[in-house]
């Protein structure tokens, strides 16, 4: 089984910065996409940011030029570094990763429980 465990949300001020992080354990051999999608309430869940196993980058056009997306394959983390802020940015934030749990085996598709991110005015 794999796991995705998300950290790094919480409250901060509009114009601020949080650095999320994902962290995938269990029968891994190899992770391919990485991304970060969120849910605003009452809103259907949307990309934020992903990043290939070859480090290419995507991003929504909402927060371009104020989140970056990276990846640490040596430890099977994601981050997403979040500045500027603001409410609308408000969401929970759900880690994706592609994961390979056997050598011949497909890519199978993790997600996080979440966590929350509140942007104040």
């Known amino acids: 089984q794999v796991q995705l465990v998300e950290s790094g949300g919480g409250l901060v001020q509009a114009g601020g910065s949080l650095r999320l992080s994902c962290v995938a354990s269990?029968?891994?051999?190899?992770?391919?996409?990485m991304g970060w999608y969120r849910q605003a309430q009452g809103k259907q869940r949307e990309m934020v940011a992903t990043?290939?196993?070859?480090?290419?980058?995507n991003y929504a056009d909402s927060v371009k030029g104020r989140f970056t997306i990276s990846r640490d394959d040596a430890k099977n983390t994601a981050y997403l570094q979040m500045k500027s802020l603001n409410t609308e940015d408000t969401a929970i934030y759900y880690c994706?990763?592609?994961?390979?749990?056997?050598?011949?085996?497909?890519?199978?598709?993790?997600w996080g429980q979440g966590t929350q991110v509140t942007v104040s005015s």
């Open positions: 990043i290939s196993s070859g480090a290419s980058t």
């Open positions: 269990g029968n891994i051999v190899r992770i391919g996409n």
């Open positions: 994706n990763m592609g994961v390979k749990r056997t050598l011949w085996g497909s890519f199978t598709d993790y």
